[in-house]
Antibody, heavy 122, light 110 residues
Framework: HVQLEQSGAEVRKPGASVKVSCKTS????????MHWVRQAPGQGLEWMGI????????SYAQKFQGRVTMTSDTSTGTVYMQLSSLRFEDTAVYYC???????????????WGQGTLVTVSS | QYALTQPASMSGSPGQSITISCTGT?????????VSWYQQHPGKVPKLLIY???NRPSGVSDRFSGSKAANTASLTISGLQPEDEADYYC??????????FGSGTKVTVL
């Protein structure tokens, strides 16, 4: 079955960068787009962007343009999300979530990673 | 970054039905059938309840149903049960963002 295993919690200072990984198994990696979603403490879900793991093409929410980079490693079946110039308000749980569409985007999220807490603190 | 509009909270007694609304525009909910709904218990990962407006993944109770009219999508929970107490989020493809979530609704079972 589909498994998305994310990297562990991180603490960073304002202005630093963080890179979160999402290692996949149980399906053909290159056939499914991956989304990244975050949730600040006590807040709602926020979509950050999407990557086509096969070719590495991406689409980012405007809010994160210029600060976020999503990449994929087809040799290990892992996608990454790097967020730079971190601010206190970037403190959140970051999730990877697989799109079920076969080589296309269906825009719903049945499979989620367990989440990675990123804390921005001085 | 805008969000689809949901009521902040709703409540109901066990056995009752409640309907959560999710209001968008003619560039998101009104234009596409890519509406989905998620349930999230405290400290847990979101769970998909409904996709493509009114489709239930296997394993999701048929007490959950979805619909759409114009720019508003709805999630109905029938026969409310204590375990339905959670946060609920809608989402939609949009012509701009291109994907957004709703503001979230906290459901309390009285």
């Amino acid at each position: 079955h589909v498994q998305l295993e994310q990297s562990g919690a991180e603490v960073r200072k304002p202005g630093a960068s963080v890179k979160v990984s999402c290692k996949t198994s149980g399906y053909t990696f290159i056939n499914h787009y991956m989304h990244w979603v975050r949730q600040a403490p006590g807040q709602g879900l926020e979509w950050m962007g999407i990557i086509n793991p096969s070719v590495g093409s991406t689409s980012y929410a405007q809010k994160f343009q210029g600060r976020v980079t999503m990449t994929s490693d087809t040799s290990t079946g892992t996608v990454y999300m790097q967020l730079s110039s971190l601010r206190f308000e970037d403190t959140a749980v970051y999730y990877c979530a697989r799109d079920p569409g076969l080589r296309l985007v269906e825009w719903f999220l049945p499979d989620w990673g367990q989440g990675t807490l990123v804390t921005v603190s001085s | 970054q805008y969000a689809l509009t949901q009521p902040a909270s709703m409540s109901g007694s066990p056995g009752q039905s409640i309907t959560i609304s999710c209001t968008g525009t003619n560039t998101d909910i009104g234009a596409y059938n890519y509406v989905s709904w998620y349930q999230q218990h405290p400290g847990k990962v979101p769970k998909l309840l409904i996709y493509a407006v009114n489709n239930r993944p296997s394993g999701v109770s048929d007490r959950f149903s979805g619909s759409k009219a114009a720019n508003t999508a709805s999630l109905t929970i029938s026969g409310l049960q204590p375990e339905d107490e959670a946060d609920y989020y809608c989402s939609s493809y949009t012509s701009s963002t291109p994907f957004i979530f709703g503001s979230g609704t906290k459901v309390t079972v009285l």
